[in-house]
């Protein structure tokens, strides 16, 4: 009796969908006392039908979510990706300059480095005064600023390149327009 029990709290402890498996499935796999135990709590949940649509509409449900989640970080990556390939000058820009389209873009990418490590530098500086290390906070505070300027001067010299590239650019094609 104990037995017997300990399986119909199993089958009561069931989610609506493995007793739709149960039921759906290979019912001949089952003894008859479990299909029994089974059909009571369909019954007692409903009914087939009503099993049938709360697993649809949980599954829906499952299945939006999931496709939320991967517009989601689909858009994430997007912006991520967007702020990046802004970073990269145009290759058309540098057409009859490739050389200065490779510096402008290692300069943008130390430029990058650079603010890492600034900022970086500035959440040591944080932790290092709040820690009582005064000495090394302050000088973290002036690495910080060394940083910041270097960065921005790189920075600087990479849209300076690109604003000499379409000077020119711009100068070659009012050329050819008044020819």
């Given at each position: 009796?104990?037995?017997?029990?300990?399986?119909?709290?199993?089958?009561?402890?069931?989610?609506?969908?493995?007793?739709?498996?149960?039921?759906?499935?290979?019912?001949?796999?089952?003894?008859?006392?479990?299909?029994?135990?089974?059909?009571?709590?369909?019954?007692r949940?409903?009914?087939?039908?009503?099993?049938?649509?709360?697993?649809?509409?949980?599954?829906?449900?499952?299945?939006?979510?999931?496709k939320?989640?991967?517009?989601?970080?689909?858009?994430?990556?997007?912006?991520?990706?967007?702020?990046?390939?802004?970073?990269?000058?145009?290759?058309?820009?540098?057409?009859?300059?490739?050389?200065?389209?490779i510096?402008?873009?290692?300069?943008?990418?130390?430029?990058?480095?650079?603010?890492?490590?600034?900022?970086?530098?500035?959440l040591?500086?944080?932790?290092?005064?709040?820690?009582?290390?005064?000495?090394?906070?302050?000088?973290?505070?002036?690495?910080f600023?060394?940083?910041?300027?270097?960065?921005?001067?790189?920075?600087?010299?990479?849209?300076?390149?690109?604003?000499?590239?379409?000077?020119?650019?711009?100068?070659?094609?009012?050329?050819?327009?008044n020819?």
């Open positions: 009796m104990d037995n017997t029990e300990t399986f119909k709290n199993h089958i009561y402890s069931l989610s609506d969908q493995d007793l739709l498996v149960m039921i759906e499935g290979k019912s001949q796999d089952y003894t008859e006392q479990a299909m029994k135990f089974t059909e009571e709590e369909v019954n949940r409903g009914g087939m039908e009503a099993l049938k649509n709360r697993v649809e509409i949980h599954g829906k449900s499952q299945q939006d979510k999931k939320e989640n991967k517009q989601s970080q689909d858009s994430i990556y997007r912006k991520i990706l967007t702020f990046f390939t802004s970073l990269i000058p145009q290759k058309n820009r540098y057409e009859n300059y490739p050389t200065l389209h510096i402008s873009v290692v300069f943008r990418f130390m430029a990058l480095i650079t603010a890492v490590v600034g900022v970086s530098s500035i040591m500086a944080i932790f290092n005064l709040l820690t009582g290390s005064l000495n090394i906070g302050i000088v973290s505070l002036y690495f600023l060394y940083i910041s300027i270097v960065s921005v001067v790189l920075f600087s010299i990479s849209e300076v390149l690109q604003v000499l590239v379409d000077i020119e650019r711009n100068t070659r094609l009012s050329n050819k327009k020819r």
